[in-house]
């Protein structure tokens, strides 16, 4: 019987799991997502390819925001430039799909070290204000640019074909999303337990102590918003390529609350809570729907009148419960269930 | 030149209201620490309650002013009780993000329960017109511009002399040395945000007085963000002067460059302000000790 958790060596404290049942869950999984295109029917796959495409924005946020701390209230901005540096040379200049997915993540990278520049000198709510103010600005300048955006009319994008595979139905497109998605989560995991993410989580806790330690907050704030800003930026052109449509109205200032709302949900700073946080994000509106409508035909009407309002209260109120009752967010209460499984009866 | 002048006076009136929301932040931030994301939804909702009341009877201006005045108090109080106290001694963070997940809800509640239209609040004042130096004001927008120097007045006399001013400045400071010295931090804090929702309504009134209500109204909390940060989080008054100053660059903007410049002119402000003083024009600096 095993008696406890040694670890010998720095490479077994940083593996990505030690336990060979999680790699096994997981790879059950990925399988099982892989197949949902052929068990599942078109309204169910459709909340599984928004779970896909949202979870690698949040995913994105999640490197700025939960690991090294710093606030973005102008994600969308992000999300919005991604959507257009992949629409722009791929629907009206004829561009690869492949191009286009690059430049939807390299278009917002640069952009974010515009915004990254005045974060070196800014903290906290300073530099929440200043994302916010970066995300108008941006669709403000998108609108304007008229002759290459087509302004508030938006861009026709259809789906991509890559490689000779054809992604144009949603089973086909389920999978380009799961494999970005996957791709994502692998490459934010193994940021985390590298140099450079171990840099970011000591910018976090406590940035003084992290520079006199040596790290260059300058350069490693902006990597942050930098790899950030990639992932998030892809995220935004599959969201579009998706809706096969890109406009700015496509992209409210409301889904940089949900971004929040998913990291806070799930717990900051944990990119497992990011995951579980995004599919309770996603599925929360269609939970509230069915919610209502088992309380009568007058309940689910006024969601079918009022459903971006409702959505947005569903919104609010869980950010204010989860920080009001459970900070740790649902990895936290995650973390309680294993720890129960595993001692019970004993407490610890 | 009078094309000018008119730009820049009627940037003031606008820049007024924009003043009054900003000082609703500073209140709050300097009295707990936090900045108040909702405040552009407390200004439409208590917009929205005058506007219902002066629908509902039409009993002139000051029955529409004490009742906005009466909801101003609740929804202050309310917001304290219910939703901020439970947060005291959280992480600056997790308070901030309950005051976004605040708004968010606020905002959906103002939709839910009055239309999406935009009404004027008509109660017969404040559409006159007045001549100030050959230019054309109405009397409205001179009242919101006394009512922006009124307010600025009082509060720094407020924070400078009163015992409860003093304890707001020390609760926010620190608030575990200002309980330590007999300040009852939470009866502070519900007056700040008493005070805060109520410059929010003078200021919301105003604005559907001048303009109308309508759901964008909340597109003001947004505008005052920057001349808060422009004068500085932490001073009040600098938070009233930063928005007269964004109220004239932004019509200047408007005026000059092209009318949607108008919409980001205060955001690429901040941005360049913050490069140059990440603290605010006004704001003082914050000395970090390890």
New interface residues.
């Given amino acids: 019987m095993r008696s406890g958790n040694y670890k010998e060596s720095v490479a077994e404290l940083i593996v990505l799991s030690d336990s060979a049942i999680v790699w096994v869950w997981s790879a059950i999984l990925v399988l099982l997502l892989a197949a949902a295109p052929y068990l599942l029917n078109s309204y169910a796959l459709s909340f599984v390819i928004l779970i896909l495409i949202t979870g690698t924005g949040a995913l994105g946020l999640h490197l700025l925001t939960g690991s090294t701390g710093l606030i973005s209230l102008g994600h969308v901005g992000f999300l919005l430039l991604g959507a257009y540096a992949y629409a722009v040379p791929v629907a009206k200049y004829g561009a690869s799909p492949l191009v286009g997915l690059l430049l939807a993540g390299v278009v917002p990278a640069l952009a974010s070290v515009v915004v990254g520049l005045p974060s070196l000198r800014l903290k906290g709510l300073y530099l929440a204000i200043t994302t916010l103010a970066f995300s108008f600005i941006i669709s403000h300048i998108v609108l304007q640019m008229s002759w290459l955006t087509n302004g508030a009319r938006g861009l026709a994008v259809a789906r991509p074909e890559l490689f000779g595979i054809d992604f144009d139905s949603d089973a086909r497109f389920a999978h380009l999303c799961l494999l970005v998605a996957a791709a994502t989560l692998f490459a934010v995991l193994n940021i985390e337990r590298s140099r450079v993410g171990r840099a970011f989580m000591a910018v976090r806790d406590n940035d003084i102590a992290a520079r006199t330690m040596g790290v260059n907050l300058e350069s490693y704030k902006l990597r942050a918003f930098m790899a950030s800003a990639f992932f998030s930026g892809i995220a935004g052109a599959l969201f579009g390529t998706y809706l096969s449509f890109v406009s700015v109205d496509g992209f409210p200032f409301l889904m940089s609350i949900e971004a929040l709302a998913i990291l806070i949900v799930g717990g900051l700073g944990s990119t497992l809570g990011a995951v579980i946080g995004t599919v309770f994000i996603v599925l929360l509106p269609e939970a509230g729907r069915v919610a209502l409508s088992l309380l009568g035909a007058n309940a689910e009407k006024l969601f079918s009148t009022g459903a971006h309002e409702l959505r947005s209260v569903l919104y609010g109120v869980v950010i204010i419960l989860f920080l009001r009752f459970e900070p740790r967010g649902l990895a936290g209460l995650w973390r309680d269930v294993k720890r129960l499984w595993v001692n019970w009866p004993l407490r610890f | 030149m009078q094309y000018f002048l008119d730009q820049v006076i009627s940037g003031i009136a606008i820049g007024a209201i924009y003043g009054l929301v900003a000082m609703g932040f500073a209140v709050i931030y300097k009295s707990t620490g936090l900045?108040n994301f909702a405040q552009g939804e407390m200004t439409m909702l208590i917009a929205y309650v005058a506007w219902s009341i002066a629908g509902a009877a039409p009993g002139g201006p000051w029955l529409v002013a004490g009742g906005a005045l009466a909801a101003a108090v609740l929804l202050g109080l309310a917001i304290e009780r219910l939703?901020m106290r439970?947060?005291l001694g959280?992480p600056?963070?997790?308070?901030?993000?309950?005051t976004?997940?605040?708004?968010?809800?606020l905002?959906?509640?103002i939709?839910?329960i009055w239309d999406p239209y935009p009404h004027a609040l008509d109660i017969g004042v404040g559409r006159d017109i007045v001549h100030v130096g050959g230019t054309g004001m109405r009397s409205g927008q001179l009242a919101v511009i006394a009512a922006l120097l009124a307010a600025l007045g009082a509060f720094w006399g407020f924070f400078r002399y009163s015992r409860v001013g003093k304890a707001m400045r020390a609760v926010a400071s620190d608030d575990r040395t200002a309980q330590l010295m007999g300040i009852n931090a939470a009866r502070i804090h519900a007056v700040a945000w008493v005070a805060s929702s109520v410059i929010a309504g003078v200021a919301g009134v105003f604005f559907a007085l001048l303009y109308d209500v309508s759901p964008n109204m909340f597109h003001l909390g947004?505008k005052a963000?920057?001349a808060s940060?422009l004068g500085g989080?932490d001073s009040v008054l600098g938070a009233g002067f930063g928005g007269i100053l964004m109220g004239i660059a932004e019509n200047l903007a408007g005026g000059y460059l092209a009318p949607?410049a108008k919409?980001?002119a205060?955001?690429?402000i901040?941005?360049a302000v913050?490069?140059v003083r990440?603290?605010g024009l006004f704001g003082e600096r914050d000395i970090?000790r390890?």
């Fill in positions: 900045a939703i439970p947060m959280e600056v963070f997790a308070t901030v993000m309950v976004i997940g605040l708004s968010v809800v905002r959906s509640v939709l839910l947004l963000f920057p940060i989080l949607s919409e980001i205060g955001f690429v901040i941005i913050l490069m990440p603290f970090e390890v």
